[in-house]
C-alpha cells in the first residue's frame, strides 16, 4: 500500500514540475499579465477572444500596453515558446529598425510567407534579399513610374471612375459597395507594372462593361438607406489566384504551427491549382518578356529585371540565368503585396472622406485651385497635371489615413541583446506598435538611461502635441504654414512627413520597397474621386471603420454614396 502512495505521489510530484516548467516565463524587468503567467496557455485566450470579435491582434496588444501603462511589455501567445514582446516607443522602435543589425526578419513571418517562394520579402537582411531587391531596383525610379507605371494608374483611375459613375446612375441616390473596385483597380495596376501589355486580361473591364448594359430596372432597389448589391462578372483564373495568396499568407502567419500548416495545404487539391495556375502564366510571362528584352524592348517591370540582370552577369563574368525561378516569384510576390495593400489603404481613404466632409470639400478646393487650367476648361487633370502638382493637403490626408491604420512591423533577434535596459533572448519576436500609446494615445515616459546611445543622441522630430486627441483624423497635423490664415495651398503650408511618429512603411533596409508606387496611385486615384464626385454620407450601418488585419489592415466594409460634382466629362 505504501509502496503505490509513493508512485502516486511522485508521478503527480513530477506532473506538477512538468506543469511548471511547460508554464510561460516572464522575461525579468518587462511588464506581463501574471494571471497569463499561471497558465499553460498564456494570453493565448484572452487575445483569441478579442480578435474574435475585432479581427485585429493589434487592437488587442494597444489594450495590453494601455493596460500595463509601460512601453514594453511581453504576452505569451504560442505555448511552449519565448514571450513576444511588445514595445510602444517611436524613437527606440526607429533605432531598432535603422541601426541595430540584431534584429531582422521574423522567421514566423517568414515561415508564414513561404509559399511566395523567392520573393524577397521572406529572406532576411543578406545577399539573398539584397540580390532580389538589386533586380527590382529600377522599378521604382521616377524614369519607370513616370514613362510605364504612371500613364496606366492614370487610365486604371478612369477606368474606375466609369465603374463608380454607371454605379451612381444605377443606385439612384443609394449607396453601394467599392470594396472589389478598388481591389480591382489595384490589382490591375499592378499587372501592368509587372506585366504590360504582355497580359491582356483585366479585373475592372469586366465589370464595367457588365453595369453598362443594365437597365435601371435591372436592378433592384430597396430604401434610399439600402446598399445595393450589383452583379459581378467572372474575371481570369490567374486573377483569382492573385486575389487567395493574401488570406492564405495571413492565415498562415496567425496559425501556431505554420511550417505544419503550409505542408498540410501544399497537399491540397485547391491549394495545388492556385500556385500551379500561378507558375503557368508567370512562365508564360516571363518567356514573352524575354523575347521582349532580346528584341531591346525593355519596358515591363519583368523586362527591366532581365536588363538588370544581363548587367550583374556581365560584371561577374558569366552568362545571364533568366530561367531562375527568382523572376517568377518575385514579380509575383510585387503584384500580390501592391494590390492588397494600397487597395485597402484607398479605400481607407473613401471612408475618411465620407465621413468627414469638411476635409473633402477643402481638398476639392485645393485640387481645383491648385489644377486650375483644367477647372477653367472643364475637364479632368492630365496625369502629368496631377504627377507634378503640389498638393500638400492631399499629401497630408494620405499620411494620416495611414498613422491611424498601420500595422505592427516585427523584428526578431538574431542573438541575445536589450530594449530599454531589458534583457531580450535570441529568436524573441518584437512587435514594433504603431496604433498604441506615442501614436494614438499619448506616450509613456522612458527614461533616457536604458537607452542606447544610438537611440539618445539621434534628432527626431516626430513630437505631435500630446494634448490633442491623437485617434482624430486630423491631416493638418502634417502641415507647417508658411503663411497666416487658412489657405491649404502650396504656396501657404508645407507637407512634413516627419512632422510626427509613422511606421507604417517600417524603416531602414527592409523599408517598403513599393512606398514610392503605392504614395502615387493613392493621390492619383483619391484626386480624381474628388474631383468628379461629392461623396455623400452613407448610413452608420455601412460606416464601420472595423478591420481585417494581415499583410495590411483593411475595412471589413466600404460604401460610397456618390452624386456628380458638377457636369465634367
Known sequence: MNHYLVTLVTIFFILYCLYQWLLPKPVPGIAYNHEAAKSLFGDAPSMMKEVRVTSEFRVWCSKQMTKM????????????????????????????????????????????????????????????????????????????LDKHVGPAVYNKGLQLMRLFKLKMTLANGRPFSVKKDFEYASLDIMLDFALGKNWVYTSLNPQVDLLSKLYASDVKLDAIDQPVNF????????????????????KTINAVLPKLRTWWWSKQPWYKKIFAEKERIMKEQVAIGLQNYYSGRVETGIEHM????AARAAKEGRDPDFERK?????????????????????????????????????????????LSTAMQENRLFTFEEIRYAKLPYLDAIIEEMLRINAVPVTREALCDTTILGCPVKKGTQVFFMSNGPGFLSPSIPVDASTRRETSRTAKINATWDETKDLSLFDPERWLVRQNAGDSLLADDVQFDGGAGPQLVFGLGPRACWGRRLALMEMRIIIAMLVWNFQLLENPSALSSYAGLEGIARVPQKCYLRLSRTSDRR
Open 306 to 309: 532581365f536588363m538588370r540582370e
Open 326 to 370: 527568382v523572376f517568377r516569384d518575385e514579380i509575383f510576390g510585387d503584384i500580390i503585396g501592391g494590390h492588397h495593400t494600397t487597395s485597402g489603404a484607398m479605400m481607407w481613404l473613401a471612408k475618411y472622406l465620407t465621413d468627414s466632409p469638411g476635409i473633402q470639400t477643402k481638398l476639392r478646393s485645393v485640387l481645383q485651385k491648385t
Open 69 to 144: 501603462n509601460s512601453p514594453i511589455c511581453q504576452v505569451f501567445i504560442r505555448p511552449f515558446s519565448k514571450p513576444w514582446i511588445l514595445l510602444a516607443d517611436f524613437r527606440e522602435s526607429k533605432d531598432i529598425l535603422m541601426r541595430r543589425r540584431e534584429f531582422d526578419k521574423s522567421s514566423f513571418l517568414s515561415d508564414g510567407m513561404a509559399c511566395m517562394g523567392a520573393f524577397h520579402g521572406i529572406y532576411m537582411t543578406g545577399d539573398k534579399f539584397k540580390s532580389n531587391r538589386q533586380l527590382i531596383q529600377d522599378l521604382m525610379t521616377t524614369s519607370f
Open 231 to 250: 452583379p459581378t462578372a467572372p474575371i481570369a483564373e490567374f486573377l483569382k489566384s492573385v486575389y487567395e495568396v493574401p488570406e492564405i499568407v495571413e
